[in-house]
Protein backbone atom coordinates (compact mmCIF):
# COMPACT_ATOMS: atom_id res chain seq x y z
CA UNK A 1 0.00 0.00 0.00
CA UNK A 2 0.91 3.66 -0.26
CA UNK A 3 -0.29 7.21 0.32
CA UNK A 4 -0.64 7.69 -3.43
CA UNK A 5 -2.77 4.43 -3.66
CA UNK A 6 -4.76 6.05 -0.49
CA UNK A 7 -5.61 8.77 -2.70
CA UNK A 8 -3.17 11.45 -0.88
CA UNK A 9 -0.75 12.25 -3.77
CA UNK A 10 2.21 14.67 -1.92
CA UNK A 11 4.32 14.48 -5.66
CA UNK A 12 1.21 16.04 -6.71
CA UNK A 13 1.23 18.48 -3.89
CA UNK A 14 4.69 19.97 -4.48
CA UNK A 15 4.53 19.78 -8.08
CA UNK A 16 1.25 22.30 -7.60
CA UNK A 17 3.37 24.13 -5.00
CA UNK A 18 6.31 25.04 -7.89
CA UNK A 19 3.40 25.63 -10.09
CA UNK A 20 2.33 28.76 -8.04
CA UNK A 21 5.27 30.20 -6.66
CA UNK A 22 5.80 33.15 -9.88
CA UNK A 23 2.11 33.77 -8.86
CA UNK A 24 2.59 34.54 -5.21
CA UNK A 25 5.97 36.44 -5.61
CA UNK A 26 3.46 39.10 -7.62
CA UNK A 27 1.97 39.57 -4.02
CA UNK A 28 5.20 40.87 -2.26
CA UNK A 29 5.09 44.19 -0.59
CA UNK A 30 7.30 46.10 2.21
CA UNK A 31 7.66 43.19 5.29
CA UNK A 32 6.85 40.32 2.68
CA UNK A 33 9.51 38.68 0.08
CA UNK A 34 6.22 36.09 -0.60
CA UNK A 35 7.77 33.33 -0.68
CA UNK A 36 6.50 30.28 0.26
CA UNK A 37 7.48 26.64 0.98
CA UNK A 38 8.59 26.96 4.52
CA UNK A 39 6.67 25.63 7.56
CA UNK A 40 5.16 29.46 8.19
CA UNK A 41 5.28 32.69 6.40
CA UNK A 42 7.59 35.21 7.78
CA UNK A 43 6.05 39.44 7.88
CA UNK A 44 8.80 42.57 9.21
CA UNK A 45 6.36 44.58 11.17
CA UNK A 46 9.31 47.44 10.98
CA UNK A 47 8.84 47.46 7.26
CA UNK A 48 5.84 48.90 7.66
CA UNK A 49 6.41 51.84 9.48
CA UNK A 50 3.75 52.10 11.93
CA UNK A 51 4.72 53.61 15.34
CA UNK A 52 2.68 52.18 17.70
CA UNK A 53 0.60 49.59 15.80
CA UNK A 54 -1.94 46.59 16.73
CA UNK A 55 -2.35 44.02 14.98
CA UNK A 56 -6.50 42.92 13.74
CA UNK A 57 -7.06 39.43 12.15
CA UNK A 58 -10.09 37.91 10.21
CA UNK A 59 -10.65 34.85 9.07
CA UNK A 60 -13.47 33.64 6.89
CA UNK A 61 -14.57 31.61 3.65
CA UNK A 62 -17.11 32.40 0.69
CA UNK A 63 -19.56 29.83 1.74
CA UNK A 64 -21.83 27.80 -0.81
CA UNK A 65 -21.21 30.04 -3.54
CA UNK A 66 -17.89 27.67 -4.26
CA UNK A 67 -20.52 25.60 -5.16
CA UNK A 68 -21.06 27.52 -8.41
CA UNK A 69 -17.69 27.95 -9.18
CA UNK A 70 -17.37 23.95 -8.76
CA UNK A 71 -20.61 23.54 -11.00
CA UNK A 72 -20.03 25.75 -13.66
CA UNK A 73 -16.08 25.19 -13.98
CA UNK A 74 -15.03 28.94 -13.49
CA UNK A 75 -12.56 28.74 -10.87
CA UNK A 76 -10.24 32.63 -11.52
CA UNK A 77 -12.18 34.52 -9.67
CA UNK A 78 -13.46 32.48 -6.24
CA UNK A 79 -10.15 33.25 -4.82
CA UNK A 80 -11.42 37.30 -5.29
CA UNK A 81 -14.27 36.99 -3.25
CA UNK A 82 -12.44 34.94 -0.04
CA UNK A 83 -9.46 37.57 0.17
CA UNK A 84 -12.20 40.57 0.15
CA UNK A 85 -14.40 38.57 2.83
CA UNK A 86 -11.30 38.37 5.33
CA UNK A 87 -9.75 42.44 4.06
CA UNK A 88 -12.66 44.01 4.21
CA UNK A 89 -12.96 42.81 7.92
CA UNK A 90 -10.14 44.24 8.35
CA UNK A 91 -10.31 47.82 7.10
CA UNK A 92 -13.61 48.49 8.86
CA UNK A 93 -11.31 48.66 12.00
CA UNK A 94 -9.24 51.16 10.65
CA UNK A 95 -6.46 48.42 9.91
CA UNK A 96 -4.26 47.76 6.70
CA UNK A 97 -4.28 44.30 6.01
CA UNK A 98 -0.66 43.01 5.35
CA UNK A 99 -0.65 40.13 4.78
CA UNK A 100 -2.79 36.24 3.88
CA UNK A 101 -2.99 32.76 4.03
CA UNK A 102 -5.50 30.24 2.32
CA UNK A 103 -6.62 27.15 2.95
CA UNK A 104 -7.55 24.84 0.01
CA UNK A 105 -9.29 21.80 0.65
CA UNK A 106 -10.56 19.04 -1.66
CA UNK A 107 -10.73 14.97 -2.54
CA UNK A 108 -8.36 15.10 -4.98
CA UNK A 109 -5.92 17.89 -5.95
CA UNK A 110 -6.71 18.85 -9.35
CA UNK A 111 -4.13 21.12 -10.40
CA UNK A 112 -5.36 23.15 -13.23
CA UNK A 113 -8.27 23.86 -10.96
CA UNK A 114 -6.21 25.06 -7.92
CA UNK A 115 -3.99 27.24 -9.85
CA UNK A 116 -7.13 28.83 -11.32
CA UNK A 117 -8.17 29.55 -7.43
CA UNK A 118 -4.95 30.79 -6.83
CA UNK A 119 -5.07 32.97 -9.59
CA UNK A 120 -8.08 34.89 -7.92
CA UNK A 121 -6.30 34.72 -4.37
CA UNK A 122 -3.58 36.79 -5.92
CA UNK A 123 -5.51 39.07 -7.38
CA UNK A 124 -7.76 39.67 -4.47
CA UNK A 125 -4.01 40.44 -2.51
CA UNK A 126 -2.67 42.81 -5.37
CA UNK A 127 -5.99 44.77 -4.98
CA UNK A 128 -5.88 44.67 -0.71
CA UNK A 129 -2.39 45.24 -0.88
CA UNK A 130 -1.75 42.44 1.65
CA UNK A 131 0.96 39.60 0.96
CA UNK A 132 0.20 35.93 0.27
CA UNK A 133 2.86 34.24 2.64
CA UNK A 134 1.67 30.76 2.29
CA UNK A 135 -1.22 28.37 2.86
CA UNK A 136 -2.21 25.17 3.02
CA UNK A 137 -3.92 22.34 0.83
CA UNK A 138 -4.93 19.17 1.87
CA UNK A 139 -6.48 16.48 -0.51
CA UNK A 140 -9.18 14.47 1.97
CA UNK A 141 -10.74 11.49 0.12
CA UNK A 142 -13.77 10.57 1.59
CA UNK A 143 -14.03 13.77 3.40
CA UNK A 144 -15.16 15.77 0.09
CA UNK A 145 -16.94 14.46 -3.20
CA UNK A 146 -14.50 13.96 -6.33
CA UNK A 147 -14.72 17.68 -7.79
CA UNK A 148 -15.23 19.35 -4.39
CA UNK A 149 -13.01 21.42 -2.66
CA UNK A 150 -13.87 24.23 -0.02
CA UNK A 151 -11.58 27.58 0.86
CA UNK A 152 -10.80 29.39 4.09
CA UNK A 153 -8.70 32.58 4.11
CA UNK A 154 -6.71 34.64 7.25
CA UNK A 155 -5.66 37.70 7.09
CA UNK A 156 -3.85 40.01 9.54
CA UNK A 157 -3.60 43.70 9.62
CA UNK A 158 -1.95 46.68 11.07
CA UNK A 159 -3.26 49.54 12.56
CA UNK A 160 -2.07 52.80 14.84
CA UNK A 161 -3.51 52.71 18.09
CA UNK A 162 -5.18 56.07 18.30
CA UNK A 163 -6.88 55.01 14.52
CA UNK A 164 -8.69 51.95 15.37
CA UNK A 165 -12.38 51.53 14.61
CA UNK A 166 -14.81 51.67 15.44
CA UNK A 167 -14.73 55.42 17.93
CA UNK A 168 -16.49 55.80 21.07
CA UNK A 169 -18.07 58.60 19.54
CA UNK A 170 -20.83 57.90 17.93
CA UNK A 171 -23.80 60.29 18.38
CA UNK A 172 -27.26 60.94 17.23
CA UNK A 173 -26.51 63.28 13.98
CA UNK A 174 -24.39 61.47 12.54
CA UNK A 175 -24.39 60.96 9.22
CA UNK A 176 -24.74 57.04 6.85
CA UNK A 177 -22.39 56.74 3.98
CA UNK A 178 -23.10 53.67 1.80
CA UNK A 179 -20.81 52.25 -1.05
CA UNK A 180 -22.17 50.31 -3.51
CA UNK A 181 -21.97 46.63 -4.13
CA UNK A 182 -21.04 44.67 -7.17
CA UNK A 183 -23.82 42.48 -6.45
CA UNK A 184 -24.45 39.52 -4.38
CA UNK A 185 -21.00 39.31 -3.08
CA UNK A 186 -20.55 36.33 -0.80
CA UNK A 187 -23.47 35.77 1.54
CA UNK A 188 -26.23 34.34 0.91
CA UNK A 189 -25.78 31.76 -1.97
CA UNK A 190 -27.71 28.73 -0.19
CA UNK A 191 -30.63 30.97 -0.64
CA UNK A 192 -29.30 32.12 -4.43
CA UNK A 193 -28.49 28.46 -5.29
CA UNK A 194 -32.43 27.68 -3.77
CA UNK A 195 -34.04 30.16 -6.23
CA UNK A 196 -31.87 28.87 -9.02
CA UNK A 197 -33.13 25.05 -9.14
CA UNK A 198 -36.17 26.44 -8.20
CA UNK A 199 -36.79 28.38 -11.48
CA UNK A 200 -35.26 25.23 -13.45
CA UNK A 201 -32.06 27.33 -14.92
CA UNK A 202 -28.78 26.01 -15.95
CA UNK A 203 -25.43 27.85 -14.94
CA UNK A 204 -24.68 28.34 -18.79
CA UNK A 205 -27.60 29.64 -19.66
CA UNK A 206 -28.12 33.51 -19.98
CA UNK A 207 -28.89 35.41 -16.52
CA UNK A 208 -32.61 36.63 -16.29
CA UNK A 209 -31.15 39.60 -14.92
CA UNK A 210 -28.12 40.21 -16.95
CA UNK A 211 -28.94 38.42 -20.24
CA UNK A 212 -25.52 39.11 -21.70
CA UNK A 213 -23.57 36.70 -19.25
CA UNK A 214 -24.44 33.33 -18.38
CA UNK A 215 -26.08 32.92 -14.89
CA UNK A 216 -22.62 31.37 -13.15
CA UNK A 217 -21.08 34.67 -14.75
CA UNK A 218 -23.25 36.78 -13.58
CA UNK A 219 -23.65 35.40 -9.96
CA UNK A 220 -20.01 34.54 -9.49
CA UNK A 221 -19.38 38.68 -9.93
CA UNK A 222 -16.42 38.89 -6.94
CA UNK A 223 -16.59 40.50 -3.71
CA UNK A 224 -15.55 44.27 -3.90
CA UNK A 225 -12.41 45.03 -1.79
CA UNK A 226 -12.45 48.43 -0.63
CA UNK A 227 -9.35 48.73 1.40
CA UNK A 228 -7.28 51.20 -0.55
CA UNK A 229 -10.17 53.82 -0.50
CA UNK A 230 -11.29 53.41 2.68
CA UNK A 231 -7.38 53.80 3.75
CA UNK A 232 -7.24 56.60 1.97
CA UNK A 233 -10.43 58.30 3.59
CA UNK A 234 -9.42 57.54 7.09
CA UNK A 235 -5.68 59.51 6.37
CA UNK A 236 -7.01 62.25 4.46
CA UNK A 237 -9.98 62.94 6.87
CA UNK A 238 -10.66 63.07 10.73
CA UNK A 239 -14.65 62.43 10.27
CA UNK A 240 -15.20 58.33 9.94
CA UNK A 241 -16.43 57.09 13.19
CA UNK A 242 -17.41 53.77 11.84
CA UNK A 243 -17.12 51.32 9.24
CA UNK A 244 -19.28 48.26 8.69
CA UNK A 245 -18.89 45.40 6.25
CA UNK A 246 -22.40 44.28 4.86
CA UNK A 247 -21.76 40.62 5.29
CA UNK A 248 -24.47 38.17 6.06
CA UNK A 249 -27.38 39.39 8.09
CA UNK A 250 -27.58 42.53 5.56
CA UNK A 251 -27.53 46.13 6.82
CA UNK A 252 -29.98 44.91 9.53
CA UNK A 253 -27.21 42.69 11.43
CA UNK A 254 -24.11 44.35 10.64
CA UNK A 255 -24.41 48.14 11.06
CA UNK A 256 -24.97 47.61 14.85
CA UNK A 257 -22.15 45.87 15.24
CA UNK A 258 -20.15 49.06 15.09
CA UNK A 259 -22.97 51.54 16.84
CA UNK A 260 -22.49 52.08 21.02
CA UNK A 261 -25.91 51.39 22.93
CA UNK A 262 -28.39 53.86 23.33
CA UNK A 263 -28.24 55.34 19.36
CA UNK A 264 -29.86 53.49 16.48
CA UNK A 265 -29.20 53.75 12.87
CA UNK A 266 -32.12 55.12 10.66
CA UNK A 267 -31.42 53.74 6.67
CA UNK A 268 -33.51 55.77 3.96
CA UNK A 269 -34.33 52.81 1.48
CA UNK A 270 -35.18 54.89 -1.40
CA UNK A 271 -31.76 56.09 -1.84
CA UNK A 272 -30.39 54.12 -3.67
CA UNK A 273 -30.44 51.28 -6.78
CA UNK A 274 -29.61 47.84 -6.00
CA UNK A 275 -28.48 46.06 -8.51
CA UNK A 276 -30.75 43.71 -10.76
CA UNK A 277 -30.06 40.50 -9.39
CA UNK A 278 -31.46 41.26 -6.15
CA UNK A 279 -34.43 42.57 -7.92
CA UNK A 280 -34.52 39.16 -9.64
CA UNK A 281 -33.95 37.16 -6.50
CA UNK A 282 -37.04 38.91 -4.58
CA UNK A 283 -39.37 38.02 -7.55
CA UNK A 284 -38.33 34.88 -8.73
CA UNK A 285 -37.47 33.58 -5.03
CA UNK A 286 -40.76 35.22 -3.83
CA UNK A 287 -38.30 37.19 -0.76
CA UNK A 288 -39.88 39.52 1.10
CA UNK A 289 -38.48 42.96 1.96
CA UNK A 290 -36.71 42.27 5.88
CA UNK A 291 -35.77 38.75 4.33
CA UNK A 292 -33.96 40.62 1.94
CA UNK A 293 -32.27 43.50 4.53
CA UNK A 294 -31.15 40.33 6.74
CA UNK A 295 -29.98 38.08 3.98
CA UNK A 296 -28.18 39.75 1.23
CA UNK A 297 -26.15 43.55 1.05
CA UNK A 298 -28.50 44.61 -0.94
CA UNK A 299 -26.64 47.29 -3.00
CA UNK A 300 -24.67 48.57 -0.27
CA UNK A 301 -21.32 46.76 0.51
CA UNK A 302 -19.83 48.84 2.99
CA UNK A 303 -21.68 51.86 5.37
CA UNK A 304 -19.92 54.72 7.03
CA UNK A 305 -20.79 56.51 9.87
CA UNK A 306 -19.26 60.11 9.74
CA UNK A 307 -19.40 63.60 11.66
CA UNK A 308 -21.86 65.76 10.17
CA UNK A 309 -19.17 68.26 9.67
CA UNK A 310 -17.30 65.87 7.75
CA UNK A 311 -19.72 63.88 5.53
CA UNK A 312 -19.87 66.70 2.71
CA UNK A 313 -15.93 66.07 2.47
CA UNK A 314 -15.87 62.27 3.28
CA UNK A 315 -18.33 62.27 -0.03
CA UNK A 316 -15.92 64.63 -2.00
CA UNK A 317 -13.29 62.37 -1.15
CA UNK A 318 -14.72 59.33 -2.11
CA UNK A 319 -15.86 60.22 -5.57
CA UNK A 320 -12.41 61.44 -6.17
CA UNK A 321 -11.07 57.97 -5.38
CA UNK A 322 -13.56 56.44 -8.36
CA UNK A 323 -16.48 55.60 -5.56
CA UNK A 324 -20.11 56.83 -5.94
CA UNK A 325 -21.13 56.93 -2.26
CA UNK A 326 -24.60 57.40 -1.09
CA UNK A 327 -25.66 59.33 1.80
CA UNK A 328 -27.93 56.73 3.03
CA UNK A 329 -29.58 57.68 6.89
CA UNK A 330 -28.26 58.68 10.07
CA UNK A 331 -27.76 58.07 13.52
CA UNK A 332 -30.46 58.83 15.86
CA UNK A 333 -31.26 58.80 19.85
CA UNK A 334 -32.32 55.16 20.88
CA UNK A 335 -32.73 53.54 24.35
CA UNK A 336 -31.35 50.30 24.52
CA UNK A 337 -29.18 47.91 22.78
CA UNK A 338 -28.04 49.39 19.16
CA UNK A 339 -30.42 48.56 15.76
CA UNK A 340 -31.29 49.70 12.31
CA UNK A 341 -34.55 51.10 11.58
CA UNK A 342 -35.70 51.57 7.47
CA UNK A 343 -38.00 53.97 6.16
CA UNK A 344 -38.84 53.81 3.04
CA UNK A 345 -38.69 50.75 0.50
CA UNK A 346 -35.96 49.28 -1.22
CA UNK A 347 -35.71 50.05 -5.02
CA UNK A 348 -35.11 46.60 -6.73
Excluded at 171 to 198: C, K, M, Q, T, W
Excluded at 226 to 255: C, M, Q, W
Aim: charge should be negative; aromatic fraction near 6%.
Amino acid sequence: MSYAAAGVDVDRGNAFVDAIKPLVRMTARPGADSEIGGFGGVFDLKACGYADPLLVAANDGVGTKVKIAIESGIHDTIGIDLVAMCVNDLVVQGAEPVLFLDYYATSRLETDVAVDVVKGIVEGCRRAGCALVGGETAEMPGLYLKGDYDLAGFAVGLVERDRLLPRADVVAGDVLIGLPSSGVHSNGFSLVRHVVASAGLGWKGPAPFAPERTLAEALLEPTRIYVKPLLDLFRSTGGIRAAAHITGGGITENLPRVLPDGVAAEVELGTWQAPKVFGWLADAGGVEEPEMLKTFNCGIGMVLVVSAAEAEATMARLSELGETPVRVGGIVTHEGKAEVRYTGQLTL
